[in-house]
């Protein structure tokens, strides 16, 4: 149950843009998450636009008290200190709406699909191309942060989508980047 919150508030820095600090942010997260094998502890972005196209520059952890507790006295943030302000435990508003914070996947490059197809299915590149057309290509709209893969190095973006706000909270758990997976967070 998503009782409590904390808010970890990027902060101005000459050097690293926002996008930046909030990626790498993101990742120490997971990185404790998974090692705390929590999965009651889920995120929001107060700040979260489609128009611009932005998280914000504040993250909101939540959860109950002990969960978010136990987080937060490990060193999870060492070297993010000096970028972000931690805001002390509070309770969150009993009157608060709450949402799904989720992950979305996009089919983005429709020439990688082609490739990927042709060495599963043994095609040319040709017979791939005529079996997944241009059409197939999308292009998310949604805020994102960037991120590396742990296993495969490789950066990915981390798209996140807000459903409509609804009074009931929903219980479940959430994953090791705190994405709703099916409990939702308060909204305020």
Known sequence: MTTHYVEIILLPDPEFSHAHLLGAL????????????????GISFPGYSLRPRTLGTVLRLHGDEPALLRLVHTPWLQGMRDHVRLSELAPA?????????????????????????????????EQSAAAIP????????????????????????????LDKASTPTVSG??????LSQGATVPVF
């Open 26 to 41: 993101v990742g120490k997260l997971h990185r404790a998450l998974a090692r705390l094998q929590a999965n009651d502890i």
């Open 93 to 125: 508003p009993l009157e608060a709406l709450h949402c799904l914070v989720q992950r979305r996947q996009f089919k983005t490059n429709v020439d990688r699909l082609r490739r990927r197809r042709a060495r599963r299915k043994g095609e040319t590149l």
């Open 134 to 161: 241009d059409a197939v290509e999308r292009r998310p709209d949604l805020p994102y942060v960037q991120l590396r893969s742990a296993s495969t190095g490789q950066p990915f973006s981390l798209f996140i989508a």
């Open 173 to 178: 758990g959430f994953n090791t980047y705190g």
